[in-house]
Antibody
Framework: QAQLGQSGAEVKKPGSSVRVSCTVPGGTGNTHLISWVRQAPGRGLEWLGGIILVFRNTKYAKKFQGRLTLTADTSTATAHMELSSLTFDDTAVYYC????????????????WGQGTQVIVSS | QSLLTQPPSASGTPGQRVTISCSGS????????VHWYRQVPGTAPQLLIHSNTQRPSGVPGRFSGSRSDTSASLAITGLQSEDEADYFC???????????FGTGTKVTVL
């Protein structure tokens, strides 16, 4: 499967925001779902939300509504995740993942993943 | 707290059969298809099973999935040393309206 490429590690202060990017193979007319999943140290996987690239339809997990923004730049086939009001609990590896079913958020699964971006929140 | 409960660990000797359970509810496993991911620590998850029972191309036939009511299972037959990893079930939850993962199971090959 095509591999997604993510931006590099970030260190942020509490209360600030972080933006992570994900480059999606497949061109600019991409109807794939790109979702964001995070994994805190020693913990399991947590879904934050997803965006259909070309239509920019989004869905956010309720836990992150209000401080998570997902965007897509179709000219470069890149998805972006911005998480604001960071706390120490946001320290995690953030993955982007591509949905296997085109143009669908609900009922999808993830067949290709980025390498992960380490985000550390530290004072 | 995860809505999908898995045993924290499972183990077996090479060649044995290991099964991992995933227990949910009517709003998730009872209403939507289940998927399984494998993760070697320090690397990204990889899709193992989708739509309850379907193996993507490239996934060995010793991995199989099943679903019944509000539970699902992953079976590994003919366990191999390279199967040591963390395994997560996942599905959509209609009440939370989001994708949810199981608590994860660490498989050890003795």
């Amino acid at each position: 499967q095509a591999q997604l490429g993510q931006s590099g590690a970030e260190v942020k202060k509490p209360g600030s925001s972080v933006r992570v990017s994900c480059t999606v193979p497949g061109g600019t007319g991409n109807t794939h779902l790109i979702s964001w999943v995070r994994q805190a140290p020693g913990r399991g996987l947590e879904w934050l939300g997803g965006i259909i690239l070309v239509f920019r339809n989004t869905k956010y997990a309720k836990k992150f509504q209000g401080r998570l923004t997902l965007t897509a730049d179709t000219s470069t086939a890149t998805a972006h995740m911005e998480l604001s009001s960071l706390t120490f609990d946001d320290t995690a590896v953030y993955y982007c993942a591509r949905g296997a079913v085109l143009n669908a958020i609900v009922g999808n699964w993830y067949d290709s993943w980025g390498q992960g971006t380490q985000v550390i929140v530290s004072s | 707290q995860s809505l999908l409960t898995q045993p924290p660990s499972a183990s077996g000797t090479p060649g044995q059969r290991v099964t991992i359970s995933c227990s949910g509810s009517n709003s998730n496993i009872g209403s939507n298809t289940v998927h399984w991911y494998r993760q070697v620590p320090g690397t990204a998850p990889q899709l193992l099973i989708h739509s309850n029972t379907q193996r993507p191309s490239g996934v060995p036939g010793r991995f199989s999935g099943s679903r019944s009511d509000t539970s699902a299972s992953l079976a590994i037959t003919g366990l191999q040393s390279e199967d040591e990893a963390d395994y997560f079930c996942a599905t959509w939850d209609d009440i939370l309206d989001c994708y949810v993962f199981g608590t994860g199971t660490k498989v050890t090959v003795l």
